[in-house]
């Protein structure tokens, strides 16, 4: 799950180009944030100072036959950017009346179709610790490679559709590897009911995940509804089968609620293996909104593994979004 803390935006001008525009967008984050040694915080244990700064920058344009395309820039922790630039995502996408095609670190078909546990209603946290625990997944099966997606998706009226590949390991230039994995195809569909004040939003998809000498198939569903007063909530459901790892299953449950200035969160989820020990996990986060972009974030995550390592994390700061 990427972080549900929202930017505002700002619009510059691109000039000598028409019907394009570049929009900068901003956080930064500080406070404190401590766990287990498992935290993935890395605070090992002790209490620690945090900080995070994150810029994006989204370019749009629209050709002359009402194309609309653009790509998004993302520099994750901008302050701790590396030589090789390895937290700089990228996306790039061009839509029209056929649908929109996107490639780069996007979300494949089953993560686009449904709304993990972790985004119902989360005001998000400094250092996302509420969706640290071992009981999380938001990922779908995403990200098992080096996270270049390139998806299509289309929509009418309140049914969408999207189909999704996501390479396997490469070498110079993009060239598949000998040996290495081809990578995860996938399929995933969405539908909006309008129950009367009511929107449940309704998901599910399948993929295909080739890795060296295994197979993998998942098998995903999910609903996400909104509620008057302020209520979410959601349920997933993912079948992981496996040609010969072990098999497994998820549920994952998420619950929002928002009054005024305040947001709470809560998100439960637990892995089923077919003989190893269960594992499950909960997150809670909280915020308040100062206003103008600042608010008061705290969040706490508790893990069970059936064993020892059983850790908790948690983070309590203040978010700045710009």
Known sequence: MKKV?????????????????????GSAEMGIVGGGVNATNGSGGETQFWNDVDVKFTLTGESDSGLSFGADIDLDEAGNLGDEFDNIGTAIFISGAFGTLTLGDTDGAIDWAITDAGNIGNPGSIDDAETSHLGYNGSFGDGEFDNQVLRYDYSFGAVGVAVSYEQGATGGGGVLLAGDPEGTIALGVKYA?????????????VSQTDFVGDERQIWALGAAAEFGGGFQAGITYQDWNYDV?????????????????????????????ATSDDVDGFGIAAAYDLGGGLSVHAAYADSDDGSTADYATWSLGVAMSF
């Open 193 to 205: 009911l309008d129950l009367g004040g009511t929107t449940v939003n309704l998901g599910g998809g």
């Open 245 to 273: 790892g072990e098999d497994v299953t998820h549920v994952g449950v998420g619950l929002g609620y928002e009054s005024g200035p305040i947001s709470v969160h809560a998100n439960w989820g637990q892995y089923d293996f």
């Open 5 to 25: 803390l929202l930017a505002t935006t700002a619009l510059v001008g691109l000039a000598g180009a028409a019907a394009a525009e570049v929009t900068v967008s």
